[in-house]
Every structure is written in C-alpha cells, then in structure tokens.
C-alpha cells in the first residue's frame, strides 16, 4: 500500500468481536501485551517511508493497551534513527465501571443484565472518529486505537481532512460506507466473492478516495490482482449489516441511499448516501469466559450411519456414566457419505461430540480418552478425526449499549478529551416483510441453484446472522424481491424455521438483506456449528435449487 502508489493514510482494522478477550488473556499472561503485535511486523519495513511522504497511519491495533503498542512503535522508530508523534486514543474500556454496568447493561438480544454474565475479561465501548480527527489535527503522525467502530478508522481522518462538522451528516455517512466497505480488506477487491470465477490474480487492499461531500472512490493500486466491480463493492456492502440504517457513534448512513457506479476499470464511485443523527448510545462489546469445552469427531463409514451413531454414543455416555453430568452437550451428524460411494473418503459421515462444562477437568483428557476408548469396541470401522486432546476456554460475547463515552486523546504528556456528537434515541426498527411469495404465473420456469442468478454475502453479529442477497439487473431484482420473501428464506434455510427473521429491501444495491437471529447460539466463540461465523451461510442459500424463470438465466 504505501510504495504501490500514492496514499495520503495508512489504516488497518485489528479488532474482531473477540479479539479483545484474546488479548485479555494475554495479558494476563505477559502484562502490557495486550495489543495487536502483528501491527509492529507490518510497518517494520515502511514506517521510515511513510514518514518521510507524510502518510498518516492510523489503527485500532492497541487493543487493550494503545500506550503500550505506542511505546513498542518508539522504540521501533528510534531504531531506524527517527522520531514520531503518536497519539493514543482511548475512554473504550468500562472495565473500572464493571460494578455500576453489572446491573445497568442489558444484552441487546435476550435482555439478560451484565450480572449474569461468566467472568468477565472485558467490556469495551465503540467509539467514534471524533477522537482520531482530534490527534490528527494535533499533529499526530501516527494515531493508536482501542475499540473503536470499524468505520471510524476511515471517517476520522477523512473529518480531519476536509473539516467536517460533527453535523455534517451526509458526508460523514458517505464516509461510514467507504469505511465499511474497506474495513475488510480484499473483501472489497473480489476475495471471499460470489463470482469468484470473475476474479484474477490474489486481491490487492483497496483504497477509499474520499471527497468533500462524502462520496468515495473505491479502487486500488494499478498492477494489484483482484476486481473492484459494482458487484464487490456491493457485497461488502452488504456484510455484517442489519436495518440499512447503519449505526456508527458518528451518524446514522442509510445504506440503502448508496448509488454505485463503475466509474472505470477497477473504480466505483459510491455515492449519494444519506445521514441522520446517531443514537446517544453506542454499542458495548462484553466478553466472559462461560466455561470450557472440548470436542472429538468419529468417523463412521458404510451402511447404517444413525445406528452406528447411536451405538458409539451409547459406549460413550456409558464409560463417562452419563452425558447429563455435563452442563450441556452437543451432539451432530454430518451426513456427508454418500450411497455407492465413488471412493473410500466419500462413504464418510461425521459424528461430532461436544461437551460443555465449568470444571475444565470433566470436559478435558478424561472425556477425550473416553472417545478414543470406543474404538475397538463399538460399530464396525470406527475412526476419529482427531486426537485426544484437553479442554478449551469458552469465550462468550455479549453485546450490549452504553451512553456514548468521551474519546481520550494523549500525546505525550498531555491528554484531553473529545465529546461525542448531538444523538437522538434509538430509532425504531423498521417493519419488514413476512409474508408468502407473490409471483406470476410463468411457464418458463427451470429447476436451478439460485447462486446461478444471485450473489449472497453473509456473515455474524454476535450470536445473530445475516446474509445479503444481490442481484445484477433489474429484471432479476425484481423476480428476487417477490420470491425471496421470509417464508421462502425459512424454507430453504431448514435451521431458521424456528428463529426470528427480519428482512429489508435495498433497490438502490438490488439486493435483499435477512438477518437471522439468534442463528449462532450465544455467537462466534461459544458456537458449535461447523461454520461459527456464518462465512459460508450465503453459499449454503445459493446452492439451493428453486424455480427459476429460464431467461433470467441467460441474460
């Protein structure tokens, strides 16, 4: 990024939903280590450059500690000869405030309070972009986050640059969506794409060019692999969102006011997009450890896959004298063999076993050897997949909303704080569709995957998730939007029968957004689904075969 072209800042997204707890363990570990060490090893070879070129860097790799990731980055300077201004930026961390949240907070999802929650590693406020323009605009040469939104990485520096106010809502919002849209990386630039047969070469970092009024340019450098199309830029678009409004601390962006245009080869122009004022609150991201758990997966291979099943289980909970000592289980048949198999891996289904419980004992070496102890004695060919091994920590993540905190900025000696910007109350959720497909008649219907016509992007949102479907004309948009209705959604994807879905029409992307919740449990870490973050759910809904109208295909 910095030597392939011009850029005037540098800026990386380092904080997943657990990566805070993560890092709470390591800091526990090594004190004042709880930060994104990968940031050291990514600029080891460009910070002397970018000093010299005057490219701001900006990140939210200091995690837990930005003054310690600031002090190892001094250091890294002063070996290379140089001096840096770097501000820190933090008032993210509520941990010293645990004991008024503990009763105060509520989880956004099934109200329980924070005092319900496992032990607590860490609690951390989403913060806004205000603070980073404030360092910027102090000299900062480098700007060090904690918890931050991921869109305020992009619409800090870009308030800074262009001397927004902290009202100026379409253009903050505008830059929201490029930040959104960046975040991710080469998701941007054709990686993790629908039409992945369109895209050549490994996907170079995308570059957000920001205009004064808020609209961007997304692109990357010249000689990079990868595409920047409509359709990439809409799935990005499309990732990880609930209500096309989107809430950041800085403003609300209604994504579905976005304008997308292939301005050039490799180049669109995002624009149009809308601002409103952002909630007081913001968003809390809590994590706990809730226990520890562990997992074997037997093989079972040939005929009489549910009775094999069924017998290793009975061997199992017998030699650990019952699976109710446990405080929960998870039990799951992958059927993945296959009648006549072609070859010895195709006759292969898969059971998976996990056990859940406080006491790591109880769910470590004991119930894996327990596993391994079935093999000479239970149904015929049985393997494992993996070894005995020991307990895990489970790690629980549980959002929540606080009032909108001060952002604190310290350079050097000195510190101040940044207020947030004038919010509103929580919108109200919009009303979404529910009812069964409203189609024509049409005889020139054919049996097809929907992948064929539609892209899908999806991903989690906590223990909720979501999967955004797009179109590539209008035509086809249409027909989408009057068959891929909830009822449809919860006939094609068995699993959210029982949940409730949300849908929201985006005409401006063609495109159609679910969000699924409660789809993963308690979420990402505490999931014992095969796919925990819910990556591979759009692909899932894409290989469905429907009815599909035969031109639409061929157009």
């Known amino acids: 990024?910095?030597?392939?072209?011009?850029?005037?800042?540098?800026?990386?997204?380092?904080?997943?939903?657990?990566?805070?707890?993560?890092?709470?363990?390591?800091?526990?570990?090594?004190?004042?280590?709880?930060?994104?060490?990968?940031?050291?090893?990514?600029?080891?070879?460009?910070?002397?450059?970018?000093?010299?070129?005057?490219?701001?860097?900006?990140?939210?790799?200091?995690?837990?500690?930005?003054?310690?990731?600031?002090?190892?980055?001094?250091?890294?300077?002063?070996?290379?000869?140089?001096?840096?201004?770097?501000?820190?930026?933090?008032?993210?961390?509520?941990?010293?405030?645990?004991?008024?949240?503990?009763?105060?907070?509520?989880?956004?999802?099934?109200?329980?309070?924070?005092?319900e929650l496992g032990t607590p590693l860490t609690a951390n406020a989403y913060l806004g972009g205000w603070g980073i323009a404030a360092a910027l605009g102090s000299g900062a040469d480098i700007v060090i986050t904690g918890r931050v939104s991921d869109a305020s990485l992009v619409v800090g520096p870009a308030a800074w640059h262009h001397g927004w106010a902290k009202d100026d809502w379409d253009a903050l919002a505008g830059a929201v969506a490029a930040g959104h849209i960046i975040e991710c990386g080469a998701q941007a630039t054709g990686g993790n794409y629908a039409f992945f047969q369109e895209v050549s070469g490994i996907p170079g970092f995308p570059i957000a060019e920001v205009a004064r009024d808020g609209s961007a340019v997304i692109t990357k450098h010249p000689g990079t692999g990868g595409l920047v199309s409509v359709g990439t830029v809409t799935a990005q678009l499309l990732y990880e969102i609930g209500d096309p409004d989107y809430l950041n601390p800085d403003v609300i962006a209604r994504l579905d006011t976005a304008t997308l245009e292939q301005e050039a080869q490799d180049r669109v122009r995002v624009s149009g997009v809308r601002g409103k004022a952002p909630p007081t609150t913001t968003k809390v991201a809590a994590t706990a450890l809730a226990g520890y758990r562990n997992s074997m997966t037997f093989l079972i291979g040939g005929l009489d896959v549910e009775a094999k099943a069924e017998m290793a289980l009975t061997g199992l909970w017998a030699t650990l004298g019952g699976s109710d000592q446990f405080a929960a289980t998870d039990i799951r048949l992958i059927r993945s063999d296959h009648a006549n198999p072609p070859s010895h891996a195709a006759s292969f289904a898969y059971l998976k076993v996990t056990v859940v419980d406080p006491d790591p004992a109880k769910v470590g070496r004991r119930f894996s050897n327990a596993v391994v102890e079935q093999v000479l004695s239970s149904y015929p060919g049985l393997t494992l997949s993996t070894p005995p091994g020991d307990a895990s920590p489970m790690l629980e993540y549980w959002p929540s909303l606080v009032a909108q905190p001060a952002a604190v900025v310290t350079m050097g000696d000195e510190s101040f704080e940044v207020a947030p910007p004038p919010g509103q109350p929580l919108p109200a959720a919009t009303e979404t569709r529910q009812d069964a497909p409203e189609l024509p008649d049409d005889p020139d219907l054919v049996e097809a995957p929907l992948g064929r016509l539609l892209g899908a992007r999806s991903g989690d949102k906590g223990g909720d998730a979501n999967v955004g479907v797009w179109a590539r004309n209008q035509e086809a948009y249409e027909w989408m939007r009057r068959y891929l209705t909830v009822v449809t959604l919860r006939d094609l994807i068995p699993e959210a029968r029982d949940l409730q879905v949300e849908r929201y029409e985006m005409p401006n992307l063609l495109a159609v957004n679910f969000v699924l919740r409660g789809y993963l449990g308690d979420g990402v870490a505490s999931s014992n689904q095969l796919d925990p973050q819910a990556k591979g759910l759009g692909e899932y809904l894409r290989a469905k075969i429907v009815p599909i109208p035969e031109h639409l295909l061929a157009s």
């Open 1 to 115: 990024m910095v030597t392939g072209g011009p850029i005037d800042v540098l800026t990386g997204d380092y904080l997943a939903e657990l990566t805070m707890a993560i890092l709470a363990r390591k800091e526990m570990k090594h004190p004042g280590a709880g930060f994104a060490g990968q940031f050291l090893e990514h600029i080891e070879g460009v910070l002397g450059r970018c000093l010299d070129d005057d490219i701001k860097i900006v990140v939210n790799a200091g995690g837990l500690n930005p003054q310690a990731l600031a002090g190892a980055v001094t250091e890294a300077a002063a070996i290379i000869g140089r001096s840096v201004r770097i501000a820190t930026i933090t008032g993210d961390d509520l941990m010293d405030r645990m004991e008024e949240l503990r009763t105060e907070l509520r989880h956004t999802v099934t109200g329980k309070t924070f005092a």
